[in-house]
């Protein structure tokens, strides 16, 4: 069965000014200002709100508009930058009142969007708009101190939103986990929120994928986040990848994980049947990857490193330009690796297999590593059945007591084992 | 019952105590009767005995001494170019005392050495001909880098023939009192496929339980590839769940142990009676031989099995569609 899942960012996001998480006094000032529009028009008549993404900039004004009952006219980076979308824009910037009789904000987003030479016009027409207008306009950025803003700043009030505190995030991620029935320990959301390094939005979306479908959530399933740095995240280098429409931006998206290749290798492998759900598409995804990974077998053999480029091919653009028949719809979560979660807790399990490989190589004319693999599962059978088999085996491989009781796999077994070879050195 | 593994105390002693590679021994009892040995490379599947001539022909040569005489290196341990220059160079340059004036080495699983490593060797093997003999023992000769493979004499060693392999298995159950039951030596036979010292191996752990070795204990106890699990991850992936079936995969690897050529084998064997059209069988047999020709070239088992997988879920889908 497949469940669409929405995206805990937009199930979660905050429907009144007071669910926001943290930025108490800038959140307040923003207030202020919209409320003294109600005497006069203000000195000021936008203001600028500036910081690091995802710590709600944008969801203060949206609320802060619902809150206040104020009509919401929002435009983004993609819109101001024809003459006309400007022009549209400064009618409506002129009246305070809307059509019914409501008030008006304003709001232009993602002002870092705009650049190039064709965008230094967008900015200077904006700038016009704000001297002359009639009810409040904001704009966001994340800094607001772009050259390219100089002029158009002495027209702002500039209010700066920081990261809130983890311990605020913390509490944010224990209230969803409450509505969500995930059972989560305090250890592990500290650790989101820390890691999350105030950027509330990227705390929900690894929340999300961590905890979502799970009744508990322990600090071991989040731990090894810690794999992963916060400049780009693995999700977004994963979208990049999965959903990635040139070649080049497939292949791109490697620089900007911070995890070596293998490790993107295993997140990529372990996220392509979600993600490509048509059978064509994933036969010829899975493909790409089968491909890159004969490449590692081949760097492997021959200790030529500059075959990478290939692996990275196929592992990037080879599995984003399988994408032919499947849909995108929904927000489907990203997986931890399931096998690199299998390593890890059998990380000793294969330090021990190994140890008792290099015994069995001392007899056996094979490898350590070959006699781990392909004679050790019939030691297991041997020491679980029969004691007096296994005994006289542990004696002749010269293995110790530990090693004994890793191939009984009981308690009872390796104790009658033990006790045999014991009576033996009588 | 003795207390040993049994593939190393029925491993021969000596040439004329192997009963298989006729032709292999009959040339190989000729150098120890001329007291001089060629550089060798002993290409051939697992478990067909190549370890064991080439531990045979030094018996054969040195006497009850030979460990004075030779040294064993596994290159899947030691696979490095470090290994060469100091390990097998030190060995190689040291004259050896006695009538024989050279030692031998044998080199295990050596298609497991870096090509580095393997050209570090070639000037080794060459400069110390008079002091050394070395035995390159490989499963895939055509890794091993061309300029050895010129200095060497090759020898293919091939699978056990059905009825040497029951002579073989039958003796040994006889000699350790174990009753083995007709079906269960098809079993073994099916499971490792003429590879002996698997065949012994599993022998040994099926006699483990007490009971006459029949096919039930034998499959019960070989990893879990049975043929009933693969044909289920199988029917899986053709009814469209490539989820499921790459889970059912990591099982038997991870959990069980299963080689993915065994996997692999058995795939294919159960394609060919699975219940889709003709055509489409064949068509199938060609994905999984390139599947199989990637594993050959030292690729990641699961990744290219559940390649193969996914060819199958497209497969199951296509042939599900109304034409």
Redesign the interface.
């Known amino acids: 069965m497949r469940v669409l899942y929405t995206a805990w960012t937009v199930k979660y996001k905050p429907k009144s000014l007071n669910e926001i998480v943290g930025n108490k006094e800038a959140i307040q000032s923003l207030v202020d200002w919209v409320e003294s529009w109600e005497n006069n028009v203000p000195k000021k008549r936008a203001v600028f709100l500036y910081g690091p993404p995802g710590i709600g900039k944008t969801v203060s004004v949206e609320t802060l508009a619902n809150d206040l009952g104020m009509e919401f006219v929002e435009k983004n980076a993609s819109d101001y930058r024809t003459e006309d979308a400007i022009n549209r824009f400064a009618g409506l910037a002129s009246q305070y009142g809307s059509l019914f009789g409501g008030k008006r904000i304003i709001l232009l987003d993602e002002l870092d969007g705009l650049t190039g030479s064709s965008d230094r016009g967008g900015v200077r027409a904006i700038t016009e708009v704000v001297k002359s207008a009639q009810c409040p306009i904001v704009l966001i950025a994340n800094s607001a101190y772009d050259p390219r803003f100089s002029n158009l700043r002495v027209y702002c009030l500039l209010i700066e939103f920081k990261k809130p505190p983890a311990g605020e995030i913390a509490k944010l991620l224990k209230h969803i986990c409450d509505r969500e029935d995930v059972k989560a320990d305090e250890e592990a959301l500290r650790f989101i929120a820390q890691r999350s390094g105030g950027d509330v939005r990227s705390a929900l979306n690894d929340l999300q994928t961590l905890a979502q479908g799970k009744s508990s959530l322990k600090y071991e399933d989040v731990s090894w986040l810690g794999y992963r740095d916060r400049q780009e995240t693995i999700f977004n280098v994963l979208r990049l990848i999965l959903y990635g429409k040139t070649c080049i931006s497939a292949k791109q998206a490697v620089d900007m994980a911070d995890v070596d290749i293998d490790m993107l290798f295993e997140w990529i492998y372990e996220n392509v049947p979600a993600h490509l759900t048509d059978p064509h598409d994933l036969a010829t995804a899975m493909d790409a990857l089968s491909i890159a990974d004969v490449y590692r077998g081949r760097i492997r053999a021959v200790q030529d490193w500059s075959l990478m480029r290939y692996v990275i091919d196929y592992m990037t653009a080879g599995v984003a330009m399988a994408r032919q028949n499947t849909k995108v719809h929904g927000w489907i979560p990203f997986k931890f690796p399931g096998r690199i979660q299998m390593l890890s807790r059998s990380k000793a399990d294969r330090a021990m297999q190994l140890n008792i490989g290099q015994k069995i190589r001392r007899r056996n004319h094979i490898s350590a590593v070959r006699a781990s693999k392909e004679i050790l599962p019939y030691l297991k059978i041997i020491f679980k059945n029969n004691a007096s088999m296994a005994a006289g085996i542990a004696k002749w491989l010269d293995l110790d007591a530990e090693m004994v009781e890793y191939l009984a796999e009981s308690e009872k077994c390796s104790a009658e084992i033990a006790e045999l070879l014991s009576q033996d050195e009588k | 019952?003795?207390?040993?593994?049994w593939?190393?105390k029925y491993?021969p002693k000596a040439l004329s105590d192997i009963i298989d590679q006729k032709e292999i021994i009959e040339r190989l009892k000729s150098f120890a009767k001329s007291r001089n040995v060629p550089h060798c490379i002993f290409a051939g599947p697992p478990g067909t005995g190549k370890?064991t001539a080439a531990?045979c022909l030094t018996r054969d040569l040195y006497g009850d001494a030979y460990r004075e005489h030779v040294m064993?290196l596994?290159?899947?341990?030691e696979r490095g170019i470090d290994v060469v220059r100091e390990t097998v160079k030190t060995f190689a340059r040291i004259k050896s005392i006695g009538d024989i004036p050279f030692k031998i080495m044998i080199l295990?699983?050596a298609d497991?050495m870096?090509?580095?490593a393997q050209q570090a060797l070639r000037r080794t093997m060459e400069r110390y001909t008079e002091t050394c003999r070395f035995i390159l023992c490989a499963n895939y000769s055509g890794?091993i880098i061309e300029p050895i493979q010129s200095r060497c004499a090759p020898f293919r060693f091939a699978y056990l023939p059905r009825e040497e392999h029951d002579r073989y298995l039958r003796t040994i159950a006889e000699k350790e009192k174990v009753k083995l039951v007709d079906d269960g030596l098809d079993a073994v036979f099916d499971v490792c496929s003429g590879d002996l010292?698997?065949a012994i191996?599993?022998l040994?752990?099926a006699a483990?339980?007490?009971k006459p070795v029949d096919a039930k204990i034998v499959y019960s106890?070989t990893?879990r590839a049975s043929p009933a699990d693969v044909q289920k991850m199988l029917t899986t992936a053709m009814e469209?769940d490539?989820?499921d079936a790459?889970k059912q995969l990591?099982a038997m690897i991870?959990k069980?142990?299963v080689?993915g050529s065994d996997i692999i084998r058995q795939i294919h064997i159960e394609l060919f009676k699975a219940n889709i059209p003709e055509q489409w069988k064949i068509k199938l047999a060609d994905a999984i031989g390139e599947?199989d020709f990637?594993l050959v070239?030292?690729?990641?088992q699961?990744?290219?099995l559940?390649?193969l997988?996914?060819?199958l879920?497209?497969a199951?889908?296509?042939i599900a569609k109304p034409s």
């Not at chain 2, 019952?1 to 593994?5: D, V």
């Not at chain 2, 070239?297 to 990641?300: H, I």
Request: hydrophobic share 30%; with cysteine; net charge negative.
């Open positions: 019952m003795s207390f040993e593994m593939a190393e491993r370890t531990l064993e596994n290159a899947s341990d295990d699983e497991n870096t090509s580095d890794k010292r698997r191996n599993t040994q752990a483990s339980l007490n106890i990893g469209g490539f989820s790459r990591r991870q069980y142990g080689a599947i990637r070239e030292g690729a990641d699961e990744v290219q559940s390649a997988l996914a060819r879920v497209e199951g889908c296509e």
